[in-house]
Antibody
Framework: EVQLLESGGGLVQPGGSLRLSCAASGLTFNNYAMGWVRQAPGRGLEWVSTICGSGADTFYADSVRGRFTISRDNSKSTLYLQLTSLRAEDTAIFYC????????????????WGQGTLVTVSS | ATQMTQSPSSLSASVGDRVTITCRASQGIRNDLGWYQQKPGKAPKLLIFVASSLQAGVPSRFSGSGSGTDFTLTISSLQPEDFATYYCLQDYDSWTFGQGTKVEIK
């Protein structure tokens, strides 16, 4: 069974940094694109970033490009998201997600989700 | 970036009703669209991909249709466990979610 377990969330001051991790199990990790989706309190879903299986290609939402960096360690089956220059509006639950296949596949919807980790940006 | 406009933002319905939710893309996205269900305090769940394919384990009362810019999620006979918020997601041009539709009990 595929499991995605996020960690690293917490309270951080505006302008601060944080690194989120997502440990994956039950899958051949490098065969899948992986990503992050966030949800601010009481709000809708927002796609944040996706990384292809090899790690060579990355994609970002305009709202986080230049501030967040996605990466992966396929030897550890772990996905990361480095958050810098954090703002109050970044406060959200961050979900780790698995795409249905690799980046070049016909469908790249997110078929597995973690339980989420809460990031709170506040002074 | 492709924008997704989802409607309605909320609706009230009764058990047994037929429910339809729509998403419109700002440009043609072929059929690169999925639908998700989210219940309070839970992670979203994929229901439909490539606009009309049912994800494994999803009840057949859920169906999707559309291509290009206009897409529809239909629940043929609403069940008590279907009261939730639904989102569309395009994966043609990066990824973009619709704003969500909350389905409430009438």
């Amino acid at each position: 069974e595929v499991q995605l377990l996020e960690s690293g969330g917490g309270l951080v001051q505006p302008g601060g940094s944080l690194r989120l991790s997502c440990a994956a199990s039950g899958l051949t990790f490098n065969n899948y694109a992986m990503g992050w989706v966030r949800q601010a309190p009481g709000r809708g879903l927002e796609w944040v970033s996706t990384i292809c299986g090899s790690g060579a290609d990355t994609f970002y939402a305009d709202s986080v490009r230049g501030r967040f960096t996605i990466s992966r360690d396929n030897s550890k089956s772990t996905l990361y998201l480095q958050l810098t220059s954090l703002r109050a509006e970044d406060t959200a639950i961050f979900y780790c997600v698995r795409a249905q296949s690799h980046c070049g596949s016909r469908s790249r919807q997110f078929d597995y989700w973690g339980q989420g980790t809460l990031v709170t940006v506040s002074s | 970036a492709t924008q997704m406009t989802q409607s309605p933002s909320s609706l009230s319905a009764s058990v047994g009703d037929r429910v339809t939710i729509t998403c419109r893309a700002s440009q043609g996205i072929r059929n690169d669209l999925g639908w998700y269900q989210q219940k309070p305090g839970k992670a979203p769940k994929l229901l439909i991909f490539v606009a009309s394919s049912l994800q494994a384990g999803v009840p057949s009362r859920f169906s999707g249709s559309g291509s290009g810019t206009d897409f529809t999620l239909t629940i043929s006979s609403l069940q008590p466990e279907d009261f939730a918020t639904y989102y569309c997601l395009q994966d043609y041009d990066s990824w973009t979610f619709g704003q969500g539709t909350k389905v409430e009990i009438k």
